[in-house]
Every structure is written in structure tokens, then in C-alpha cells.
């Protein structure tokens, strides 16, 4: 008998045991305890505690009470994202190689141009074979139906306190859309060469060009037209004018966000013959800061004796461009 009831006793205790810690929550409605558990649960327990304090100010009796079962089922803080390893920042942030600081550079000098300028290593073979110094610029803008480009040049070298190359050069075009295919065009340029193919050069011409292809990603113009060449063959002579024909292409390809290939090759063909090829290919680097490295082939068939008919040039350089 006594066995039964030790038994009996026993299971009581151990059914009775997992109320013993919800019977501390009698203390409060159970209005109030389902609030508290909804509030721990929804949003990581986020406005916990401000439910507590809200509960806290409608019932300021049962305070202690409150109190002691939110902290029972306080839920646990969520632990805080470790901060992400901060950035390096670019060394040209905050300068005017930044792209920030290049638009602001830009909108004070000759705002709504696009404007480009380069510094760079050359090595020359033909007529001149030597490393040089050269730089040069492009500005560029389209106004309505007209798109006009400014771009000049200077290259340069010394050996051994003596000048052995100077060449320079400067060029607009303007071109004025009749369609969103096509187009005229002018073009003058003026160039001198003291140790080239020619000593000085006035080149114009007119056109009219067609837009093969123009998208985001290719852009490929071709354009044909008469031509005008006055010519200094060396420096004591005199100018001598040709009437030629022209033809000339302009492709460009964004290859990526950070790199473009752009190939110009022009001819004018008459009296005289002249080709050129112009390829440059630009990646960027930082900010408004490219890399640049290009290469051009410079034919007149009708140089000078003495003088080689093809020069090839070749640079590796810095664009910045705002």
C-alpha cells in the first residue's frame, strides 16, 4: 500500500513539473503574456521593449509583475552584422582626376564640350627612328544636328642637345546630320613635319558620309568627298596645290564598360596619294584617368628624295578625359 501511494506521488510530481515555470506567468492577464510573446517572436523581438513600457504605463500596479515575465521571455539580441571592411579609397578621390572632380573641372572650362587630353611615349621608325615626348587634345560636342571636333597634336624629341623631331598638327571637323543615317561634312586641318614626308601641310575637304553602323556598341561611319591638299615639300619650297578625291572610315567598338578600340583610316588619291592609319586602344584605369596605347602608319607616295615614304608611329600613354 505504501509502495502504491510512493508510486502514485511520484508520477504526480513529474506531470506537475514543466508547469512549475509557466505559473509565474499568472502574474499577469493573459491578454498581456500573449501580447509579450507576439512582440518576442515578430520581427527579431524588435518592439519588445516598447511594448513592455506601454504595458508598464497602462498598468503601473502590476509593474513588478510585468517586468518579471518580459524578462523571462526576453527574447536574445540578434548579434550585429560584422562591418564590411571598408574600401581602400582611389588615389585620385577628391582631385580633379576623380570622376566627381572631372565634371566639375569640365563645367568650369568650356562647359558642354567633351574634352580629352593625352600624354604620352612615342617610338617612330621611317623617316626618323627615336623615342619622343608627345601630347595632344580633342574637344567634341553635338549642338542640334551639328557635331564639331577640335584636335591637335605635338611631338617631340631631342638627342644629344640637337632637335631631330618636331611634329605638330591642328584639325576641325563639322559635320551636320540630314537623316539619322547620313550626313555632310567639312574638314581642315593644318600640319608640319620639319624631319617627315613633307614639311607643312593644309588639308580640306568636303563630303558626305553614312553612318553604317550606330549603337551602344559599334559605330561605324564611312565618307567620301573632293579634296584639296597644299603642300610644302621642304622648307624652302614653296606650296604646291592638288585637287584629289577622298574617302575615309571611323569604327569604334565599346569592347567593355572600361575599354574601346576606335580604327580611322583615311586616303586621298589623285596628283598625289596619301593613306593613313590611325588604331587606339583605351582602357581605363581610375577615375577619369585611361590608359592609352596606339599606333599609326603615315603613307605619301610622293615624299621628298631623300626622304622614306611611310612613317609608323607608336604610343603608349595617359588619357585624361572631362
Not at 568650369?108 to 611615349?121: Q, R, T
Amino acid at each position: 500500500m505504501t509502495t502504491n501511494i510512493c508510486k502514485t506521488a511520484l508520477a504526480v510530481g513529474l506531470f506537475c513539473l514543466p508547469m512549475f515555470p509557466i505559473s509565474s506567468y499568472a502574474d499577469v492577464s493573459p491578454e498581456q503574456f500573449n501580447l509579450l510573446m507576439v512582440a518576442s517572436k515578430k520581427d527579431g523581438g524588435k518592439d519588445f521593449q516598447t511594448l513592455v513600457e506601454l504595458l508598464v504605463s497602462a498598468n503601473p500596479d502590476d509593474e513588478a509583475e510585468i517586468r518579471n515575465v518580459a524578462a523571462q521571455i526576453m527574447p536574445q539580441p540578434a548579434p550585429e552584422p560584422e562591418p564590411a571592411p571598408a574600401a581602400s579609397p582611389s588615389p585620385v578621390e577628391g582631385t580633379i582626376f576623380s570622376d566627381r572632380g572631372a565634371e566639375q573641372f569640365s563645367q568650369a572650362f568650356l562647359p558642354g564640350w567633351d574634352k580629352s587630353i593625352e600624354v604620352n611615349g612615342l617610338f617612330t621608325t621611317g623617316n626618323t627612328q627615336q623615342k619622343s615626348f608627345g601630347t595632344a587634345a580633342k574637344l567634341h560636342r553635338e549642338s542640334g544636328p551639328y557635331q564639331q571636333t577640335i584636335a591637335t597634336y605635338f611631338d617631340y624629341n631631342t638627342s644629344n642637345g640637337v632637335t631631330n623631331k618636331r611634329r605638330y598638327g591642328v584639325s576641325f571637323k563639322n559635320d551636320y546630320s540630314i537623316s539619322d543615317i547620313s550626313y555632310i561634312t567639312g574638314f581642315a586641318s593644318f600640319e608640319g613635319d620639319s624631319y617627315g614626308a613633307f614639311n607643312k601641310r593644309l588639308t580640306m575637304n568636303a563630303g558626305y558620309g553614312l553612318r553604317v553602323f550606330d549603337n551602344d556598341t559599334y559605330k561605324w561611319n564611312v565618307e567620301a568627298g573632293p579634296a584639296v591638299l597644299m603642300t610644302k615639300p621642304i622648307a624652302t619650297d614653296g606650296y604646291e596645290t592638288d585637287i584629289t578625291g577622298y574617302a575615309s572610315s571611323l569604327f569604334t567598338w565599346n569592347v567593355n564598360d572600361r575599354s574601346d578600340f576606335e580604327n580611322e583610316s583615311k586616303i586621298f588619291m589623285g596628283s598625289k596619294l596619301v593613306v593613313e592609319n590611325k588604331a587606339a586602344y583605351t582602357m581605363k584605369v581610375s577615375g577619369a584617368l585611361s590608359g592609352k596605347l596606339s599606333f599609326d602608319v603615315l603613307y605619301n607616295r610622293d615624299a621628298p628624295v631623300g626622304r622614306k615614304k611611310t612613317d609608323t608611329i607608336t604610343r603608349i600613354g595617359v588619357l585624361y578625359d572631362f
